[in-house]
């Protein structure tokens, strides 16, 4: 097994699976794989992470860079973009935005993407659904709604979701993270939140899900190799058993889509 640990002694032991996190700020680094995890050009800690196959050492490293740190949360928003650190030795880049691996495609700091997979929005309510939310209507108009600040990607495609639907959303607050849309559904201090269908799945049984209608607005994850791999062909293996079948049936428990291609 992999044996992940956060500077926040947080260990997490890792064995033939992908794990899904969505917390600030990681580089998660393997053993020969290192892999740097973006969404709207911040590192973060929503990784994908696949184990098998690896010919080093069966042990990785998490640091966090500045998640502790309060004035990351004011960083964050001066600066709706925030390029990749230059420090970041990555052998893998994997981006929860088109925009964001455009950048870097751009900057030629990696090789050919390919898109890994697709999320969707998702309403949550609280157990019982106290509310009585029944979809992005007028059950909503007395509702305490959450949504994700525009600028990071969550937020983007509530944006695109609103104008597709021809529906005005009023929410009570605007997140930075869509955990933090969650954790306000999940605890009833909101009576429904947007969120990404992979939080809802990770909600569990704490929040109810009511599917709405995508409207054609969809993330997509890409995934590449970096210009500065060390070692092309570790990166290659992890870029494939990603898109494996074994890799694809472990996103899709998450709750992730199909690449748009597959």
Do not use: W
């Amino acid at each position: 097994p992999l044996r992940a640990t956060t500077s926040a002694t947080k260990t997490t032991t890792v064995t033939k699976r992908i794990v899904i996190s969505a917390e600030e700020e990681t580089v998660m680094t393997f053993s020969p794989i290192i892999v740097a995890v973006m969404e709207n050009g911040d590192v973060t800690k929503q990784a994908t992470r696949a184990t098998a196959r690896a010919s080093a050492p069966a042990r990785a490293r998490v640091g966090t860079s500045g998640a502790a740190d309060p004035s990351t949360a004011a960083r964050r928003r001066a600066n709706q973009k925030t390029p990749m650190p230059a420090a970041v030795s990555a052998q893998v880049l994997a981006t929860a935005n088109k925009s964001t691996m455009d950048d870097a495609t751009k900057a030629g700091v990696v090789g050919t993407p390919t898109e890994f997979a697709t999320n969707v929005l998702t309403l949550i309510v609280p157990k019982g659904n106290p509310a009585k939310v029944t979809g992005l209507d007028a059950s909503l108009d007395k509702a305490k709604l959450v949504i994700c600040a525009p600028a990071v990607p969550c937020g983007a495609a509530t944006l695109k979701l609103s104008k597709a639907t021809g529906i005005t959303l009023k929410p009570v607050s605007e997140e930075q993270k869509v955990t933090d849309v969650r954790t306000k559904v999940e605890t009833g201090e909101a009576d429904a939140g947007l969120v990404y269908t992979t939080d809802a799945k990770a909600s569990g049984d704490k929040v109810e899900t009511i599917k709405i209608d995508s409207h054609g607005v969809v993330n997509h994850y890409l995934i590449a190799p970096t210009k500065s791999a060390a070692n092309n062909k570790d990166a290659k293996i992890f870029i494939d058993y990603v898109n494996s079948k074994d890799g694809q049936a472990i996103l899709a428990k998450a709750g992730f889509g199909p690449a748009a291609n597959k």
